[in-house]
């Protein structure tokens, strides 16, 4: 498992940038097994920013052509574009977490335990089951085959395999997770699907799998028409900021400098900090162990390198409860609780309920979204096409390059 601090990101970060132009894209779609050198394995830093998007972009450019590393530039855009699309579509989101809610509740399709536990008697499913739950990660070709198979092949619900990944994936987040699945099963974009197939995999595993007995064919999956896209705001803070104020990092954002230095003057302000995560909001399953320690560590990570403007390290709180994180308020004498934004998924959720509760206690709940965020994300509301388009412009915007 990564080591789940900032040093070690950035140590992973400049490992890789030699390897992120050419090399990249010629060896990047195969799937080596573990200890993997032709991926940048940065994926769980930059799910949470203990690494943002920014500095692994300006760090690859510092040694690259962006025409030579364009590949591994537009991978990262990649996650970026995912969370613009979910945020002017979330109602996506919204019925994917329902679909999963009433499957925890109800009865469970025939063959989701087998699955789950390795034993569907494909060996490259049972495989690559193994590898994702005793490490937290496989490789992004292998998703894609991983899930082809359990929808086409297994025939099981998308949404459950969706729900799979993301309580086991340590880099797995809301919206690249929900909608590379609905993407493999024509959901994402309507009639068109992912099929894996057995010459495909054993050309991009070198042999070591070729699985027999796979669908031949792959058929869109339907859905309800979606309702009218909603728009993206254009402030990056929402709220009025008060005199007194906390900062508040979560799971989605673990890196408060260069979050605060677009704001200046605002750390200066702090009066405290802390940091909260509940990992096992992901699902109504239960959470794999190796998401929450990742999680846990990366906090205490975050604690130790946020301080407030008198030099004192955050504090982990015990639980996302609003309660919980009312009481630091009141103790901390706070008007303002500020809070990088969270995109759509369970954060998001979470600090809607937060918002209230903190409102009843005269307390106001502060959003501030990255500019990377805010420049990207309008440009996601159609396919990834259109927005590859502006990811040159966006990078002379965002990286200066």
């Avoid at 940048?40 to 920013?49: A, E, G, K």
């Avoid at 490490?135 to 799979?164: C, E, K």
Wanted: hydrophobic share 40%; no cysteine.
């Amino acid at each position: 498992m990564p080591i789940p601090t900032r040093a070690a990101g950035l140590d992973a970060l400049d490992d890789f940038v030699p390897r992120a132009g050419s090399a990249y894209a010629r060896e990047r779609n195969a799937d080596q097994g573990t200890g993997r050198t032709n991926v940048s394995s940065l994926s769980p830093y930059v799910r949470h920013r203990l690494v943002t998007e920014r500095e692994v972009v300006t760090a690859v450019l510092e040694r690259h052509s962006l025409h030579a590393a364009e590949k591994f530039v537009q991978e990262v855009f990649w996650r970026t574009y995912w969370k613009g699309w979910l945020e002017q579509n979330p109602e996506v989101w919204r019925r994917y977490r329902r679909e999963v809610d009433e499957f925890a509740t109800g009865s469970l399709p025939d063959g989701f335990e087998d699955a789950v536990a390795g034993r569907t008697g494909i060996d490259a499913m049972d495989a690559w089951v193994r590898e994702l739950v005793e490490t937290g990660y496989l490789h992004n070709h292998t998703r894609m085959w991983f899930a082809s198979i359990w929808v086409f092949t297994l025939r099981l619900p998308w949404q459950l395999g969706a729900d799979f990944f993301h309580r086991h994936l340590l880099d797995g987040d809301a919206a690249s997770n929900t909608l590379s699945w609905r993407w493999v099963a024509g959901l994402q974009t309507a009639g068109k699907t992912y099929l894996a197939t057995a010459a495909n995999i054993a050309k991009y595993t070198d042999g070591l799998f070729s699985p027999t007995g796979l669908a031949t064919t792959a058929r869109a999956l339907a859905e309800e028409p979606l309702p009218m896209r909603e728009s993206i705001p254009s402030e990056d803070v929402v709220g009025t900021i008060g005199d007194r104020v906390g900062l508040l990092l979560h799971e989605e954002d673990l890196e408060a400098r260069s979050l605060l230095a677009e704001q200046p003057g605002l750390a200066d302000r702090l009066v405290a900090t802390a940091v909260v995560a509940d990992p096992g909001g992901r699902s109504p399953f239960p959470v794999s162990e190796v998401v929450t320690a990742f999680t846990t560590a990366a906090l205490d990570d975050a604690a130790a390198r946020t301080r407030d403007a008198d030099g004192r390290p955050g504090e982990v709180l015990a639980d996302t409860l609003p309660s919980t994180i009312q009481r630091w308020a009141e103790s901390e004498g706070l008007d303002t609780v500020l809070v990088p934004y969270a995109p759509v998924g369970p954060v998001h959720e979470r600090l809607g309920a937060l918002r209230s509760a903190l409102a009843a206690e005269g307390v106001t709940l502060v959003t501030v979204r990255r500019r990377w965020d805010g420049a990207a994300w309008p440009y996601a509301s159609r396919g990834f096409f259109p927005f590859r388009e502006r990811i040159p412009a966006l990078v002379r915007e965002l990286t200066g390059d």
